[in-house]
């Protein structure tokens, strides 16, 4: 792990808003939807974008992977996938009169898995370990995947024929839930004159090194939670655990992403400590795909996660 000077996490912090200025170069408009995926990088945590078709979701993805100069793969997630299409397979070699073992796509710094929900749960739960554990177990064997490594998943969530649904344990892995929206009127017509997932995108040149990504990730582990923000943090967790409409609320694994989702966006807007308002504005992204509500169990309606940890977040005070 890089040691930081006080000059070299200057120049980090230099490094990161041009990241920030290059991943906006060809993804017009949305600087929170940015943030956030570059919240979820500096958190070592992988992302889940969500959102209709054509709203830019692949662009967002491959923008970043561009900008940063380490490895890229791209999955289509389809329902004939297989989980050896993921990992890899192992292969007889005449020469040496062994099996050789050929890495599939998950051993790239930065993973897409397009269409997620179009593939069945058993190539989903493929992802489970690399997610977790940064790793792959095959052969008798544990490989370690190359830092950084980072999973970026689209679906949408309005199509549902020829799709599966997303299981707990496997959205729990996700430390962010971003949705993107529809652009203004103003970002449209740039989009509608420049056409920036084309030749844009192709043309965008890595700004920063996986050396770099690394040290960003080790300054965001010491950015700083005082008690106060963090006794904040679990009053919020502790409200979706006891909440008359959730059957399920968030989880230790939720309560850490959390602080690490809070941690990075401090470091994002240069600071070296958590202020309640980066708990507050990533609440509802890093726990509201984690909760299970009572009346989609019981009756099929699935209520508005969104909408209870909003309402949490309305009652639950924060420090002064």
């Given at each position: 792990m890089p040691v930081l000077t006080e000059h070299s996490a200057d120049a980090l912090h230099a490094r990161l808003r041009r990241l920030r200025e290059n991943v906006g170069a060809v993804f017009f408009g949305k600087s929170e939807t940015v943030g956030q995926l570059l919240i979820g990088l500096l958190a070592r945590g992988h992302v889940l974008i969500e959102d209709v078709p054509g709203v830019g979701k692949t662009v967002l993805a491959r923008a970043l992977a561009k900008s940063i100069q380490c490895s890229f793969a791209r999955i289509q997630m389809t329902p004939d996938l297989l989980p050896s299409d993921i990992i890899g397979v192992s292969v007889y070699s005449d020469k040496v009169g062994l099996f050789e073992f050929k890495k599939g796509p998950i051993f790239a710094n930065v993973v897409l898995a397009d269409e997620i929900n179009r593939t069945t749960p058993r190539t989903q739960s493929a992802l489970l370990e690399s997610m977790n554990e940064s790793q792959i177990s095959v052969d008798g064997q544990t490989l370690?995947?190359?830092?950084?490594?980072?999973?970026?998943?689209?679906?949408?969530?309005?199509?549902?024929?020829?799709?599966?649904?997303?299981?707990?344990?496997?959205?729990?892995?996700?430390?962010?839930?971003?949705?993107?929206?529809?652009?203004?009127?103003?970002?449209?017509?740039?989009?509608?004159?420049?056409?920036?997932?084309?030749?844009?995108?192709?043309?965008?040149?890595?700004?920063?090194?996986?050396?770099?990504?690394?040290?960003?990730?080790?300054?965001?582990?010491?950015?700083?939670?005082?008690?106060?923000?963090?006794?904040?943090?679990?009053?919020?967790?502790?409200?979706?655990?006891?909440?008359?409409?959730?059957?399920?609320?968030?989880?230790?694994?939720?309560?850490?992403?959390?602080?690490?989702?809070?941690?990075?966006?401090?470091?994002?807007?240069?600071?070296?400590?958590?202020?309640?308002?980066?708990?507050?504005?990533?609440?509802?992204?890093?726990?509201a795909h984690r909760l299970v509500s009572k009346s989609y169990l019981h009756d099929g309606q699935a209520q508005s996660n969104d909408r209870i940890m909003t309402e949490i977040l309305e009652a639950v005070p924060p420090p002064s």
């Open positions: 370690r995947l190359d830092q950084p490594f980072m999973v970026i998943a689209t679906q949408n969530p309005f199509e549902f024929e020829g799709t599966y649904f997303l299981p707990e344990n496997q959205l729990d892995r996700f430390i962010l839930r971003i949705r993107i929206g529809y652009p203004s009127r103003e970002d449209e017509r740039r989009i509608l004159r420049e056409e920036p997932g084309g030749s844009a995108l192709d043309a965008l040149q890595p700004i920063m090194s996986a050396h770099e990504v690394l040290a960003l990730q080790e300054m965001t582990e010491r950015v700083r939670i005082d008690d106060a923000i963090m006794d904040y943090l679990q009053a919020i967790v502790a409200a979706t655990r006891r909440h008359d409409a959730l059957e399920v609320g968030v989880s230790p694994r939720g309560a850490l992403s959390l602080a690490r989702a809070a941690r990075a966006s401090a470091l994002l807007q240069g600071r070296d400590f958590a202020v309640p308002d980066d708990v507050k504005s990533l609440a509802v992204s890093v726990c």
